[in-house]
């Protein structure tokens, strides 16, 4: 079946560190791949998405290529801030499916 | 636009009694979703409603679960008798034709 695995964690950087958060997945179809981060105390969000191959999606300094041929869709950032603190949600969503498979998350801890 | 209501954000309940989470989806959103994270693993998916219906109810563990979503706006879910592997975070979603957006969270323990 449809999985995702992520790096296991936590994670902890200092401020301005280089992050990379692993993440792999197998899928029947052909996914939709995604980040999602939880700030302590909120709700889960997206932080960015691919939908095919090649592509990279990025916000708030993160960044993440969609690789078909290594299944894998790790998310990195060049320097990560205090605020950067969250966990972490690797999630894929096959084409014409609705429903999300994540990983286990990866917490991650920047001191200053 | 309001977000995704969940509450309780917290429930602590004894193993044998009843629980009963609500999520408000955001207004409109014909889609409502039920995911929970137990232990720490990966978040799973427990149930998909459009409007009234259950899509897929697929994740649903046992029949302790019950899903509900009368007249298409909010859902409840009911967990009854509590077990003690049942402690985790029950999260909702919505969505209309886009992304979800998730409501905060339920965190239920049973002692």
């Known amino acids: 079946g449809d999985s995702v695995t992520q790096m296991e964690g936590p994670v902890t950087l200092s401020e301005e560190a280089f992050l990379t958060i692993n993440c792999t997945y197998t899928?029947?179809?052909?996914?939709?791949l995604f980040w999602y981060v939880q700030y302590p105390g909120e709700g889960l969000q997206l932080l960015l998405k691919a939908t095919k191959a090649d592509d990279k999606g990025s916000n708030k300094g993160f960044e993440a290529t969609y690789r078909k041929e290594t299944t894998s869709f790790h998310l990195e950032k060049g320097s990560v801030q205090v605020s950067d603190s969250a966990v972490y949600f690797c999630a894929l969503m096959i084409q014409g499916a609705q429903k999300l498979v994540f990983g286990q998350g990866t917490r991650l801890t920047i001191n200053p | 636009e309001a977000g995704v209501t969940q509450f309780p954000s917290h429930s602590v309940i004894e193993k044998g009694q009843t629980v009963t989470l609500r999520c408000d989806p955001i207004s409109g959103h014909d889609n409502l979703y039920w995911y929970r994270r137990v232990m720490g693993k990966e978040i799973k998916f427990l149930l998909h409603?459009?409007?009234?219906?259950?899509?897929?109810e697929s994740g649903m563990p046992n029949n302790r679960f019950l899903a509900e979503r009368t007249g298409g706006t909010y859902s409840t879910l009911k967990v009854q008798p509590a077990e003690l592997e049942d402690s985790g975070v029950y999260f909702c979603a919505s969505s209309q034709e886009g992304g979800y957006t998730f409501g905060s969270g339920t965190r239920l323990t049973v002692v």
């Open positions: 409603f459009v409007k009234e219906s259950k899509q897929d």
């Open positions: 899928a029947t179809g052909y996914p939709s």
